[in-house]
């Protein structure tokens, strides 16, 4: 490697991901794909995944030869969530020592630190389309609703959960579902916690497009991302 491409995004991004996989699938056309490669754990939200959706988007920001994102997910499903089991789970630091202020402000940091990862994705410069199938839940939905354009396949189910574990949705989704489908459904979504479809979403405005299969979504976003 040149001692002049330390440093610069396409290098960094041969660096690679633990929780994401970036890749350029045609190398013809300027489009990055930006996917969430955990299969085995459903695409849950690690800290790793945290760390390093701002730094992918913050890569493809600046590369030239980036003009649209495409944002998959890798598996069965698009996204389980947060990973509350996993090792760093944010939620774990309201019990971590003694002192519950100090617990307290470790929780609303790990939070903000989530929310300027999702928040990441809204700030790309470039486009950012999700392609959702499969469960997109909680976490997932908080990621879609950062993005400019939405579609999905007909198989695709979403649903925000926090309500059921007494929790807020609080990476950015309040913020931003009002303004995608209105404060009505938005509110519908946040507090029943109930599970939609593919052709409700579109109703409300949540998707644009649905397709028949993960195999017509990814044709048909590729299509859609190369011509923006």
Known sequence: MAGG???SPEAELRRGFKALAVTRPDASAAVYEVRLNRPVQLNALSPDAFAEI???MALLDRLPSARAVVLSAAGPHFCSGIELGGQGNPLEATSRGSDPVAAAEGLRRAILEMQAAL?????CRKP???AVHGACVGGGLEIVAACDIRFCSKDATFVLKEVDMAIV???GALQRLPRI???GNAADLALTG???TAMEAKEMGLVSRV???KQELDAGVAKVAKGT
């Open 119 to 123: 928040t990441a994705i809204e700030l």
């Open 194 to 196: 109930r599970k939609i």
């Open 128 to 130: 950012v389309i999700a």
């Open 181 to 183: 489908v209105g404060y």
């Open 169 to 171: 949705a609080d990476l």
């Open 54 to 56: 701002p730094r992918a």
């Open 211 to 213: 397709f028949n299969s």
């Open 5 to 7: 491409d330390r440093g």
